[in-house]
């Protein structure tokens, strides 16, 4: 009985002490939160602050509008010797301006194809606003300042010219010529007027006609019908808008007390120690109790 005992006792303290890490660290996953990785701190400050130069820390995070700021952690935690704990929490929501390259093609019609008149006629700068909202000045950009027909046509007309024919023996048709050649172009006689003068010859006196010839054709020329005139006008576009939202953490210190239940920044849960004690003392109060009855009924023989 004597040697029972302590062997007992040691396999008590041994199963107590195997459970206790098993226990502890099961309820620290249990109660271990869960968090997104939006709401870790894009800058963490430690500073100094107060009339007797208080340690304070200083969190900052930026969250959309759809996270929950209810996340963001606020609890104790201990460092370097310090408990730190909320102070104040800040938000301030972020007006943001997003800019973007922007090129715009303005086309309108002209009557000329005439460069320097089209380049007097151009806006230097335009007010731009794009289909997602984005609005600026833009620039014209004069080496894409392009001209284009938009189509040709045919241009009929009548051209016309006179001949003179004089001293001729009569007003006979025949002596005037039916065609001329004018300009390159062939003509075709129209009409003649006629003219006359007397004058002495020899013993006589002779009369002589002078033919005045209109000759008439027709031409034909190409033209454009217009013009069209492109040109890009370029530069910077931006949009204002409210997209995130940025909290600000502030967290006071004071000495962190020794038993604080605090470690490495997390509370340390002591809960689950109970449990294994508890089943240890009845195994232990159990296998007493049998040794007891075996002993006594090993004394009745």
């Known amino acids: 009985m004597k040697r029972t005992i302590p062997l007992l006792l040691a ?8 459970s206790v890490p098993v ?3 099961e309820a620290a996953d249990a109660t271990k939160p869960v968090r997104d ?65 922007h090129v715009q093609t303005v086309t309108r019609p002209s009557d000329t194809n005439n460069m320097e008149k089209i380049l007097q006629t151009l806006d230097a700068e335009i007010e731009a606003t ?5 609005t600026g000045t833009l620039h014209l950009d004069h ?24 001293n001729l023996s009569d007003a006979d048709l025949s002596l005037v010529p039916k065609t001329i050649s004018d300009g390159g172009r062939s003509l075709t006689l129209a009409d003649v007027q006629w003219g006359n003068s007397t004058q002495e010859e020899g013993d006589g006196v002779v009369t002589r006609y002078t033919a005045t010839a209109r000759y008439i054709g027709s031409t034909s020329s190409k033209y454009a019908t217009g013009y069209t005139v492109t040109a890009d006008y370029s530069g910077e576009v931006s949009k204002t808008g409210c997209n995130v939202v940025t909290y600000t953490a502030v967290f006071g210190s004071t000495d962190a007390p020794k038993d604080s239940g605090v470690q490495d920044g997390k509370p340390v849960d002591i809960s689950g120690i109970g449990r294994p004690l508890m089943i240890g003392g009845l195994v232990l109060a159990l296998v007493l109790g049998g040794v007891f009855v075996f002993k006594k009924i090993r004394g009745r023989r």
Do not use: C, H
């Open 143 to 166: 080496t894409t300042v392009k001209v284009t027909t938009d189509g040709y046509a045919t241009k009929t007309g009548t051209v016309s010219a006179t001949r003179t024919y004089p």
């Open 37 to 101: 990785s939006a709401y870790y701190p894009i800058s963490v400050e430690e500073y100094t602050a107060g009339d007797f130069d208080e340690l304070r820390i200083q969190k900052v995070y930026q969250l959309s509008l759809d996270d929950d700021p209810g996340l963001i952690p606020t609890e104790d935690f201990e460092r370097n010797g310090r408990l730190y704990y909320l102070l104040d929490m800040t938000r301030k929501d972020e007006v943001g301006v997003d800019t973007k390259p």
């Open 130 to 134: 794009t289909e997602d909202g984005y």
């Open 23 to 25: 226990q502890a660290a």
């Open 11 to 18: 396999a008590f303290l041994l199963s107590t002490l195997l």
